[in-house]
């Protein structure tokens, strides 16, 4: 992968959207959390999902990405999200690392390889975890790593994957600052690369750190924040 650019992304105008939602509501328990939340992210779009504790911020991500069920229309480049093909076009890493606990970090990079049909990814997962600070640990397991660190080989999966999409639950938590830099400049190159990001975060300065596009959930509802570009 090339090095990430640090300019600040621009949607392109004009241009066909990556991900479409229209009307999607999602209840737990029979509780509203998300209703009616309609937006699109295009090429280019770096864009942060914000909203107090319990807002349902993680709850949209995980039903845009099939993991909770809900009502309304989620495309992927104009497919039905839920199907195979779209599948292999996005990536998502949760706000708790999803890892297998009985593969070295170097055998994570092979797999994710795999799974995902992309046999140059394994490389790429082993430069951003050298990049990570991780590259003297690959024959490691994550259970025996902090919460950063298994965080580090979350993204760094996540990011050799280059997909058209990429969604992020609290990417920056638990990260050092120098980490932080590091996946700020990563997700600014993937959407100036063409492709589209969303994720969630409560730092103070990431509007700052990133420059993106910001929705809020406030009440369920998903709204534009003020002074940013309409979907």
Known sequence: MTTPSTTTPERRPGSAPLLRVAELRVSLGGVPIVEDATFELAAG????????????KSTLLRALVGLLPSRG??????????????????????????????????????????????????????????????????????????????????????????QPLTLLDE??????????????????????AGGAVLLTGHQQELAARLAPRLLALEDGRLVEEEGQPAA
């Open 73 to 162: 229309d989620v495309e992927l480049e104009g497919r039905t999200a839920a199907g195979p093909s779209a599948r292999e076009r996005f990536v998502f890493v949760p706000d708790e690392p999803a890892l297998y606990e009985d593969l070295t970090l170097r055998e994570h990079a092979r797999f994710n390889a795999l799974v995902y049909r992309d046999p140059e990814a394994d490389e790429r997962a082993l430069t951003w975890l050298e990049r990570f600070g991780l590259g003297g640990k690959l024959d490691e397991f994550p259970a025996t790593h902090s919460r950063g660190m298994r965080q580090k080989l979350s993204l760094s999966l996540a990011l050799a994957l280059e």
């Open 171 to 192: 990417p920056f938590n638990g990260l050092d600052l120098a980490a932080q830099e590091l996946l700020a400049d990563a997700l600014r190159g993937l959407a100036a």
């Open 45 to 56: 779009d770096l864009v942060l999902l914000v909203g107090p504790n319990g807002a349902g």
